[in-house]
């Protein structure tokens, strides 16, 4: 097991499940580390067309207010995504489930 930055890395495990109970827990898991990899992908995507739809707006006010308005969803729904990973690890230390 590899530590980076005070956090342990367990190895992967690949779709092998020991138990069928550990199934559900292991499904959220996976599903939740592909959507926070998924949304900072699309977070990064948006922040670089919102980017370009500012710099090349020209001054025209709906553009610029459609940029900002880009960012402002892009970003809320990143802190969205991260703050489900933390509800769920507050979860998992108050029921003692291993869910990430």
Request: charged share 10%; aromatic share 8%; net charge positive.
């Amino acid at each position: 097991m590899r530590t980076l930055a005070q956090i342990s890395i367990p190895p992967p495990t690949g779709l092998r499940f020991s138990n069928y109970n550990d199934l559900p827990a292991d499904l959220f898991t996976r599903i939740l580390l592909f959507a926070m990899a998924a949304s900072g992908l699309i977070f990064f995507v948006q922040l670089i067309m919102a980017g370009f739809n500012l710099l090349t707006s020209s001054g025209d006010p709906a553009k610029i207010q459609s940029a900002t308005k880009a960012l402002t969803n892009s970003l809320t729904g990143l802190i969205i995504v991260i703050s489900t990973y933390f509800i769920a690890q507050i979860i998992q230390a108050i029921l003692g489930l291993q869910i990430v």
